[in-house]
């Protein structure tokens, strides 16, 4: 019967096979893209605005969707700004 203790792994490295990065040590994002790609869902969402839709529930949705989305790009930029400080 197995037991139920959970194995620690042994090797703690990435392969580099498995993740040719892992051989020059790159692992990082891309936060320029992604802020970019935010700011453009956010201003989609505001273009979504002008359609044929009759109630303002979808207006609602839209306008608080693309703020949180905006909100969200500005802490990121704020906290990348001054992580280094902290």
């Not at 490295?13 to 891309?30: I, K, Y």
């Not at 989609?44 to 605005?49: G, H, P, R, V």
């Not at 529930?57 to 802490?75: P, Q, S």
């Amino acid at each position: 019967m197995a037991g139920k203790a959970v194995e620690k792994r042994t090797g703690s490295e990435v392969d580099p096979r498995d993740e040719p990065s892992a051989e020059w040590g790159w692992h990082g994002s891309f936060p320029k893209a992604a802020r970019i790609g935010a700011v453009a869902a956010a201003a989609i969402m505001f273009l979504m605005l002008y359609g044929n839709h009759q109630n303002r529930t979808e207006d609602v949705v839209l306008i608080v969707t693309g703020v949180g989305i905006l909100l969200g790009v500005l802490f990121d930029l704020r906290r990348s700004r001054t992580a280094w400080r902290r």
